[in-house]
């Protein structure tokens, strides 16, 4: 059942030969079910303009009770951004955070995730305090736990960090937040749709991440999801016709933002984006997570394996645990030359985490994980 299931997965993906995609925690290769969708739309607007209007309004909807169904929210309480550091800024300049205030974050954090923080922080005097990852650029959750002060406003952190994997017990990090009363953000961007989320089950206040990375969507799309009784409470950072209603409704200078997430988007939406987007994340849905999930770590194990045998240092933490997508290695040869080696044979990867970053997928195979085995 499994094994058909992750075949009409891999079933979804072109299959080109001489491309092998070994960048995914970047960006990787949409579905076909969000390429259709795209032509869908491409087509209707193309032929029908206004007409669309209902159906493609029900869509957007439908995109995003398809990302609730994978983060576990619900759809109101999801807002749509152009990116995951807008989604972030909302949330960063709108917690309320005050002078001597603290945020927590780690400093490998990626800078769409630290930018915003340490602009909120700037500009309201509360602290920032960036704690140093392990040497082997581990996260441990107790160091952590151990940072945390009375004066700690907010947790913020990557459930995945995007240059080395590393990640922290995140069960217990919401844990004791919660139980000392300090708001827990985290940067979903490099899990959402590759490993099961429990992070919104477990307390979380909100999360944000993005459409091109492991959700197999276009770039364009980043997203808040966000507790209603915060969102209620927290004052937009853009305002426009669908903070208040819609396009609909007249100008009323008295009127009230709405009450949930969908108040921190001001007004028209990248629609085909957007619907690309739920119509991948439902087809992760269906295939589910724990397959992909089993896929793309089995790979990332056999290159694993592949790179210790053949003697190239393995550098991140969670390599060697083997739950992590993401394979950073320092090539016997040296970065320059394997760099090269890698994009003449056109296998893309990334420079990070102080050496060469694989990240596997399930639509890889264990031939292209060889083929790059045999050059190295
Ligand atoms: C942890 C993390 N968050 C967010 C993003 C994407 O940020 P944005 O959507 O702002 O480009 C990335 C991309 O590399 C990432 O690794």
Redesign the pocket.
Known sequence: MNHHKLLQFQDQFARRPDLIHLNNA?LTPISRAARDKINYWAERFYQEGFWTDADYMADVLSARLALANLIGCQAQEIAWYQ???GAINQFAFGIGLQPDDEVLIWDQE?S??LYPWKEACDQTKAQLVVLKSEADLGTPTEKYLQALTKKTKVAAF?WVQ?SSGARMDVEAVIKECKRRGIFVFV?I??GLGIHPCQIWHWGADAVA??SH?WLVSPVGV?YLAIRTELAQKMKPRIFGAYTFGTCDDPSDFACEPKRDATKFEPGSKQVIEITALGASCQLIHDISVEVIEAEALRLAHRLRRGLESKGHELLNPFGKASISLMVNFLPTQGIAEVSVTLTTNNINFARRGGGIRLSTHAFNTDQEIDKVLSLL
């Open positions: 970047g990116s995951t550091a990626y769409s995730h990557s995007f940067d961007a490099q991440g993005a990375k980043g």
